[in-house]
C-alpha cells in the first residue's frame, strides 16, 4: 500500500516483531524522526512504518503529555482488542486462502463499509497482538489451522482463570498483611498453589515461566524479596516463627516422589533370613554416639582369646533395603549426604526408615557389613582382618557421656583406648597431623529459644571412635585396592604444611591460624595417599546412613563377598562424584547460613550480655574479630571506635541483631592491649 505522512501523525512500527506506537515529529518521505513511548526520538525509514494512522496529535505539547498521549491509546487499544471480531474474520477466510496482505485483510473484515482511522487501528492492533486465529510473516497474514485455534482459545481460557485466581489469592492473602483493612475473601482458588508459588520463588529452582509468575503474584502483596517471602508465610502458619530463606531451601531437598513413598513401605515390609548372613548376636556390640543421635550407623565389639584380641567394627547394611537405581536410591544420591542444623537434619534416607531399619538400636537384630581384625594382644599389631555380611544384636547404645563414666572404667573400656591410642600413634608416626577444633552447638526448645553449648569432640570415647572408623575406612581402601575394585577414594596428596605444624596451640588465634594452611581432600576414583591422615589409602564407609558415597563403597564391597561382578564400574563411580560435588557447595552453605540464624538469635535474644573478643587483623575501617567463645571470626565496623591492633582483647556489645536477614552489628566498648 501507497504510505503517505504527515507531522504529528500517529504510527505504528514494529520491534522485536511487535506493533509499537510513535508520534512522527518530523522528516522527508524517505527517513523520519518519530517519539516514542519513552519519550526518546528515534529515527526510521520510510519502510519501517507499518502503519499510518491518519490520527494527528498535538506534538506542541511538552515531552511528558507526548508519553501520556502514547501510553492512552496503547492502553485503550489493548483494551478494545476483545471487541474485535477476528474469529468470524477467521472462519470466512479460513481454508479459503494461504495467506494474506494487511490491505486484502482488511477489506474482507470491513466488507462494503468504510472504516474511520480510529476503528481501522483497532483491527489492527487486534490483528497484530492477537495469535489466537492469523500468524504474521514478512507482511503477509496467515490462517491458523483449527487444531491451532483450538488449543490457543483453551490456553486463553486457562490463563484468564489463571488471572482471576492470583486476583482473588492476592485479596486472601492482602488479609494478613494488612488485617485492619477488610478485604473481600472468595476461596474459590487453590491456596495450597500459591503457596507452593511463593515457595517456589524462595528456593529460584524453578522454571524461569514459574519464577515469573511468582515474582508477579508477590509485587501485588508488595514483597520483592526472599526474606519478606517467608515472613509471609509464617504469618499465614505454613512455617515455623523461626524458618528463613535458608531453611526454606533445605527443606526443598526433602520431598519424596509417589514411587519412593511406595518403595518405602516395601522396603518397611521387607524381612531377612538370618541364616543367610554370619551370626554375630552372641557378641557384646555396642554403641557410642551423641545422646540425641537417631542415625547411628557404626558399632564396635572386642573380645579375648589365648593370644589375641578379636576386634568388630560394624556398619549398618543399607545395601540391603536400597536397591541400587531405585527411587529411594536417587533421592539419596540427589541429597548426597545427611544436613546437621540445629532445629532439625534433613536426611538422605526418609525418617522411618533410618528408626526402623537401619539404624543400630540395641536390642533389635541388625543387619550390618562387619570387620573383624585379629589384633596381637600385646603390640595391637594386625594379623588379618576380613568382611562379613552379618545379622547382629546391640547390647547397650552408649552415649559418650556415659561411655566416660562407664565404659571406661570397665577392662574392655580400658583395651579399647590402649588400642585406639596406638592406632594414632602409628599414624602420627606416619605424618599424621591431629587437629580437632570444638563447635559451636544449639540447643532449640520448643518455644524457640536457644542456649549454646560447646562440643569439643576430644574425649578418650570421641577417640576411640574416630579411631576405629579411620581405621576401617583404611583397611576398605586397601582391600578395594588390592582386589583392583573401583571405587570412591578420599585423597589428599598436599603435605601439612610445617607453619601449620609449628603453630602455638595455646595462641588464642590458633583455631583461624591454622586451617588456613590446611588443604581439603579430595574424592576420586583413583587410590591415593590421605597425607594428614598418616594413611596410604582412605574411603568413607562407615556411615552409609548419612553419607551416599558411602553406601556406594558398601555395595562395591558386599558385590566381591557375595561373587558377584562390580557393582559400579569406573565411569558410574566418576558421574556419581560429579553429581554429589554439584549439590555440596549449595547445601554446606545452606548448613552455615542456618548455623548463622540461630548465633544471630542468641545474639538477640542475649543483647545485654558482654561478648568477648581477639582481634585477628585490622582493615580499616573494618576490624578482624575472633570470638573464642562461640569460634568464629567476624568483621566489624569500627568508624569511630577506639584504636585497635591485631592480639587486642575487646569488649563487645550487640547493636544489632537480625537473624531472618542475617544482619549483625558488633560494637567495640573497650580493649585491652597485651601487657597491659
Request: charged residues 30%.
Amino acid at each position: 500500500m501507497t504510505i503517505s505522512f504527515g507531522i504529528g501523525e500517529l504510527i505504528v512500527f514494529k520491534k522485536n516483531e511487535k506493533p509499537v506506537l510513535g508520534i512522527i515529529s518530523s522528516g522527508t518521505d524517505d527517513s523520519l524522526i518519530i517519539v516514542t513511548e519513552d519519550g526518546k526520538e528515534k529515527e526510521l525509514n520510510s519502510d519501517e512504518v507499518d502503519l499510518t494512522t491518519g490520527l494527528i496529535v498535538d506534538i506542541n505539547n511538552d515531552s511528558d503529555q507526548r508519553i501520556h498521549t502514547l501510553r492512552q491509546y496503547r492502553k485503550e487499544l489493548n483494551q478494545a482488542r476483545e471487541s474485535v471480531d477476528l474469529e468470524s474474520l477467521w472462519d470466512s477466510v479460513a481454508g479459503s486462502v494461504e495467506k494474506l496482505p494487511y490491505k486484502d485483510i482488511l477489506d474482507i473484515y470491513s466488507g462494503d463499509k468504510t472504516i474511520a482511522d480510529d476503528e481501522a487501528l483497532k483491527f489492527y492492533w487486534a490483528l497484530n497482538k492477537t495469535d489466537i486465529y492469523f500468524n504474521t510473516e514478512d507482511g503477509f497474514y496467515f490462517p491458523a489451522a483449527e487444531s491451532e485455534v483450538k488449543s490457543k482459545l483453551l490456553q486463553k481460557e486457562q490463563d484468564q482463570k489463571k488471572i482471576a485466581e492470583t486476583s482473588l489469592a492476592v485479596q486472601w492473602a492482602m488479609n494478613f498483611i494488612d488485617p485492619e483493612n477488610k478485604y473481600e475473601v472468595n476461596n474459590d482458588f487453590d491456596i495450597k498453589y500459591f503457596i507452593q508459588l511463593i515457595r517456589d520463588y524462595i528456593v529460584n529452582k524453578s522454571s524461569q515461566d514459574r519464577r515469573r509468575e511468582a515474582k508477579a503474584f508477590l509485587n501485588q502483596l508488595g514483597i520483592n524479596r526472599p526474606d519478606d517471602a517467608t515472613k509471609f508465610l509464617i504469618k499465614i502458619g505454613e512455617c515455623s516463627p523461626d524458618a528463613d530463606p535458608d531453611l526454606i531451601r533445605l527443606e526443598s531437598f526433602n520431598y519424596l516422589s509417589k514411587k519412593s513413598e511406595n518403595e518405602v513401605q516395601e522396603v518397611l515390609t521387607k524381612v531377612f533370613d538370618p541364616d543367610n548372613f554370619t551370626d554375630l548376636r552372641g557378641k557384646e556390640i555396642i554403641t557410642i554416639d551423641d545422646s540425641d543421635t537417631e542415625d547411628i550407623d557404626d558399632a564396635i565389639s572386642l573380645e579375648k582369646s589365648e593370644n589375641n584380641l578379636e576386634l568388630g567394627i560394624h556398619i549398618s547394611n543399607v545395601s540391603y533395603f536400597i536397591d541400587k537405581g531405585s527411587s529411594l536410591d536417587q533421592d539419596a544420591l540427589r541429597k548426597g549426604d545427611t544436613v546437621y542444623i540445629p532445629d532439625t537434619r534433613i536426611d538422605i534416607f526418609p525418617d522411618v526408615l533410618i528408626k526402623k531399619k537401619f539404624s543400630l538400636f540395641e536390642g533389635k537384630d541388625k543387619l550390618a557389613l562387619s570387620l573383624l581384625i585379629t589384633l596381637d594382644k600385646k603390640t595391637y599389631d594386625i594379623k588379618e582382618y576380613k568382611f562379613v555380611q552379618s545379622v547382629i544384636n546391640i547390647s547397650k547404645n552408649y552415649s559418650y557421656i556415659e561411655a566416660q563414666t562407664t565404659l571406661l572404667k570397665e577392662k574392655k573400656g580400658k583395651e579399647l583406648v590402649n588400642i585406639a591410642l596406638t592406632l594414632r600413634q602409628k599414624r602420627i608416626q606416619k605424618g599424621a597431623f591431629l587437629l580437632q577444633l570444638p563447635e559451636l552447638k544449639f540447643d532449640i526448645d520448643e518455644d524457640g529459644g536457644v542456649e549454646k553449648r560447646i562440643n569439643r569432640m576430644n574425649s578418650i570415647p570421641h577417640m576411640i571412635i574416630a579411631e576405629l572408623m579411620i581405621l576401617t575406612n583404611n583397611l576398605t581402601a586397601k582391600y578395594l585396592n588390592e582386589n583392583n575394585l573401583p571405587s570412591i577414594f578420599r585423597v589428599q596428596k598436599d603435605e601439612v604444611p610445617q607453619e601449620a605444624r609449628d603453630y602455638d596451640i595455646n595462641d588464642p588465634l590458633f583455631s583461624i591460624r591454622v586451617v588456613k594452611h590446611l588443604r581439603p581432600s579430595v574424592i576420586s576414583t583413583n587410590p591415593g595417599r590421605h597425607k594428614s591422615l598418616g594413611l596410604d589409602g582412605y574411603v568413607q564407609s562407615t556411615s552409609p546412613i548419612r553419607r551416599y558415597s558411602d553406601l556406594v563403597v558398601q555395595r562395591q564391597l558386599i558385590g566381591i563377598l557375595t561373587g558377584n561382578e562390580w557393582v559400579y564400574d569406573g565411569k558410574e563411580l566418576s558421574d556419581i562424584i560429579t553429581r554429589i560435588g554439584n549439590g555440596f557447595g549449595e547445601r554446606r552453605l545452606l548448613q552455615k547460613n542456618r548455623k548463622k540464624y540461630w548465633l544471630y538469635k542468641y545474639f538477640k535474644e542475649n543483647v545485654k550480655e558482654e561478648i568477648i573478643g581477639i582481634v585477628s587483623g585490622v582493615n580499616d575501617p573494618n576490624v578482624y574479630v575472633y570470638l573464642p567463645d562461640y569460634f568464629i571470626e567476624l568483621p566489624i565496623k569500627n568508624y569511630s571506635g577506639p584504636q585497635v591492633n591485631e592480639y587486642d582483647e575487646v569488649l563487645l556489645n550487640v547493636d544489632e541483631a537480625d537473624p531472618l536477614r542475617k544482619k549483625l552489628k558488633l560494637k567495640i566498648v573497650s580493649v585491652n592491649h597485651p601487657g597491659n
